[in-house]
T-cell receptor, first 114, second 112 residues
């Protein structure tokens, strides 16, 4: 079954601290993996897209890693800010019915406290 | 630049009433369009997608329907809402030649 599972479900950290979010997927064949940030009550916004050949990709204080062999990805947030409080969603497309259907993880809800 | 709009932002409707949610995209042509629903604590669920005017594909059998009357307009409808239709509805667009999907601001629907 093609799935995307994320951990932890929720996380609380203090402002300025680092954290790492995990994503495991079983989607096959694999083409790319995306991380989105979703503020409460808003639509998701893309943070990064990683293709099969990429192991690490950074976007400011966000760094995503990908291990296509173990089908795992992580999102590392450095020097967290209050504005990082949001849900972080891991997404992997699956080719089905002639197009790429996105398989979404349930997300990790991050709360950054002062 | 491209922008995507959804309205209304929030909606409270009684069970059995009709529904119409609208999504429009600006700054692009012939986009792929998508309707998703997000339940609390769950991943986004694809409801419908469209690759062109009048072309609608449904992912999940339900009492919802979608239409694309114009190239950059996507409408989600229901004749009779159920309690289980409550949720956060997101429209998204994508250029057919690229990976990225761009999401709208969403509509929070509460069926009472």
């Amino acid at each position: 079954k093609n799935q995307v599972e994320q951990s932890p479900q929720s996380l609380i950290i203090l402002e300025g601290k680092n954290c790492t979010l995990q994503c495991n997927y079983t989607v096959s064949p694999f083409s790319n993996l995306r991380w989105y940030k979703q503020d409460t009550g808003r639509g998701p916004v893309s943070l990064t897209i990683m293709t099969f050949s990429e192991n690490t990709k950074s976007n400011g204080r966000y760094t995503a890693t990908l291990d296509a062999d173990t089908k795992q990805s992580s999102l590392h947030i450095t020097a967290s800010q209050l504005s990082d409080s949001a849900s972080y969603i891991c997404v992997v497309p699956m080719f089905s019915g002639g197009y790429n259907k996105l398989i979404f993880g349930a997300g990790t809800r991050l709360a950054v406290h002062p | 630049s491209q922008t995507i709009h959804q309205w209304p932002a929030t909606l409270v409707q009684p069970v059995g009433s009709p529904l119409s949610l609208e999504c429009t995209v600006e700054g692009t042509s012939n986009p792929n369009l998508y309707w998703y629903r997000q339940a609390a604590g769950r991943g986004l669920q694809l409801l419908f997608y469209s690759v062109g005017i009048g072309q609608i594909s449904s992912e999940v059998p339900q009492n919802l329907s979608a239409s694309r009357p114009q190239d950059r307009q996507f409408i989600l409808s229901s004749k009779k809402l159920l309690l289980s239709d409550s949720g956060f509805y997101l429209c998204a667009w994508k250029d057919a030649n690229y990976y990225e999907q761009y999401f709208g601001p969403g509509t929070r629907l509460t069926v009472t």
